[in-house]
């Protein structure tokens, strides 16, 4: 009767419903029966016993960028692995659709940090496509592993209109023909079932490659009569709208918010920033501005969200190999330069120096990276005598300012100086409002992006033990059937896709996970190869809960084990069309 059956587990649908004792039987790929007796095991090739487990949705992880490896690896095991089965692409206007391969990898590998040098070569032998259609079609036929969902880049769209060079002057404006191409591309690629527009708005973020390296991306110079035009084929087409606002002035989040707005007779947009966490350096903002969004969204009917993530934000770098060091002009200045050789000379100057302690020093102004040394950690040195201390430590048991000793340890040491610190998230009962927060969506993962930087693929199984954990203190956070929905459920339906719920006829995308194995384990450190990149190094998780994954039916993942065909043939993840 059935292809796989799963029996005796604790059962959540994805809706928000109570969870119960189940069995589920799974026929061509979806689910054909859930039943509170056990179902005929008869003939069946595959059952899984799920007592004392959790069965439960497939996870969503609405912010990825995997735009890139999946061409290479669409397997995507570092999230199949956590229980992700679907992904969204495309993020902070960067996607891959529209552009040649140059102008992808220039857009993508130093605001990514994901090296150029596999990148590149890369998307010039494997990307065929030009155009929505032809990008949906590849999806279609790619032997994907999760589904995947994608957005349209708003960086990509300009540079197809307008060219890499005039996309980033900012004395260029965009003619009315210019503009109606942009909306016709956009129409396209909703057309074929992408999520919509992403964009950027952060002039931190910088171009790599040499033709218009360190210019911010295209998407920062749109004016905003550009990003009104396109907002507006979104809203009628019901699409999404996920953006990243100006962290140097932060008053555009205001226009974002207004464009979310459903005033008078106007439909709202559904529109989504990144993000809302505890930032160290701001820690007034979070606690205020759940709530102020929350009330906003209630009197003006505006769909706005940000997104946040259940665990403290720790990351990690190589020497100044790290996006925050682009918030300032000393930092900018070092990683214009590509060779060691060369940011050792330019750390040696005295003025630059000079510069460099005055805005590590610095106490007011738009900011990440609260650049307190005392947070600096070496975890990684060819010194050994440094490991374990603090920059902060250090510079005063050498009489220096730490600014001039951190510069040091890098002309010494470069990239083989390696550190972390905690950027937000570092106190639990705000992270406990912020996922609790109904103007928030759980996820910034960033998975696939920062892979020396930071990994928080299982964020979904870290929301699952912290709420498990707070109701076993008696200070609970939500239920956990609220906890599941909103890593699943609510996902799906604010992005109009079809994931996250399980009910009969739905496709069969879910993990049987133990919930005994929701422990610390989930947040050590690990390093693995990445099969997409000739075994480059990157952080990741490794301690997991999961038993098994299935998507559309076929098991993907069981006793930390892959399927052998996996991102090999059909048959796993599909192309999710929104709408």
């Not at 720790?314 to 590509?338: I, N, Q, R």
């Not at 992270?431 to 020396?452: C, W």
């Not at 912290?466 to 239920?479: E, N, Q, T």
Request: glycine content about 8%.
């Amino acid at each position: 009767m059935f292809d796989v059956l799963i029996k005796n587990g604790l059962f959540f649908d994805g809706t928000g419903a109570p969870g119960a004792i189940r069995h589920i039987g799974i026929r061509d790929g979806k689910v054909a029966a859930i039943s509170s007796t056990p179902l005929d095991e008869t003939a069946c090739p595959q059952v899984i016993d799920a007592s004392q487990r959790w069965v439960t949705p497939g996870f969503v992880d609405m912010h990825t960028h995997y735009d890139a490896e999946l061409v290479a690896a669409p397997a995507l095991k570092e999230s199949i692995r956590h229980g992700v089965t679907t992904v969204m692409i495309g993020s902070c206007s960067i996607s891959m659709v529209l552009s040649g391969a140059e102008d992808c990898s220039d857009l993508f590998t130093r605001v990514e940090s994901v090296p150029r040098e596999h990148v590149l070569p890369l998307l010039k032998e494997r990307k065929t496509w030009s155009s929505a259609r032809e990008y949906a079609a590849f999806l279609d036929q790619h032997p994907l592993g999760p589904n995947i969902c994608s957005f349209l880049g708003h960086s990509d769209l300009r540079v197809a209109v307008l060219g890499l060079a005039r996309s980033v002057d900012a004395s260029y404006k965009p003619g009315e023909a210019e503009l109606q191409r942009m909306e016709q591309l956009l129409e396209e690629a909703l057309d074929e079932g992408l999520l919509g527009l992403s964009s950027m708005t952060n002039p931190w973020d910088k171009l790599d490659g040499d033709r218009e390296r360190s210019k911010s991306l295209p998407s920062v110079y749109a004016p905003w009569r550009e990003y009104a035009r396109l907002n507006k084929v979104l809203r009628r087409r019901q699409r999404i709208h996920q953006g990243a606002p100006n962290l140097v002035t932060k008053l555009n989040v205001l226009a974002f918010l207004w464009d979310s707005m459903g005033l008078w007779l106007r439909k709202p947009l559904k529109t989504t920033l990144i993000t809302l966490m505890d930032v160290k350096a701001d820690p007034w903002l979070a606690p205020m501005l759940g709530p102020l969004t929350r009330w906003v969204n209630r009197l003006t009917r505006a769909d706005f969200r940000w997104q946040t993530l259940p665990v403290p934000f720790e990351t990690y770098a190589d020497g100044m190999e790290f996006v925050v060091f682009e918030e300032f002009p000393a930092g900018e200045a070092a990683l214009h330069l590509v060779s060691h050789d060369l940011r050792s000379e330019l750390f040696r100057d005295p003025q630059y120096r000079r510069r460099f302690r005055e805005d590590v020093d610095k106490r007011f102004g738009p900011r990440v990276w609260h650049r307190d040394f005392d947070d600096a950690w070496i975890v990684a040195c060819p010194d050994q005598s440094v490991v374990g201390k603090s920059v902060g430590e250090l510079a005063r048991q050498r009489n220096q300012h730490p600014g001039d000793l951190f510069l040091d340890l890098l002309v010494e040491h470069g990239p083989q100086l390696r550190w972390r610190t905690v950027l937000a998230n570092h106190r639990p009962e705000v992270v406990k409002k912020l996922v609790a927060e109904p103007s928030t969506l759980i996820g910034f993962a960033d998975s696939g992006a920062h892979i020396r930087n930071m990994a928080f693929y299982n964020f979904a199984l870290r929301l699952l033990k912290l709420v498990r954990d707070a109701g076993l203190s008696g200070k609970p956070v939500m239920p956990i059937e609220k906890a599941v929905w909103r890593l699943t459920g609510e996902l799906g339906q604010w992005f109009g896709v079809d994931a996250g719920v399980l009910a009969v006829g739905k496709r069969a995308d879910l993990v049987v996970l133990d919930p005994q194995r929701l422990d610390d384990s989930l947040g050590q450190y690990h390093e693995a190869p990445m099969e997409a990149f000739g075994g480059l190094q990157r952080m990741v998780n490794r301690g997991s809960a999961v038993d098994c994954v299935l998507i559309n039916g076929c098991v993907a993942f069981a006793d930390e084990q892959f399927a052998d065909d996996l991102g090999k043939t059909r048959g796993f993840g599909q192309f999710l069309r929104a709408g």
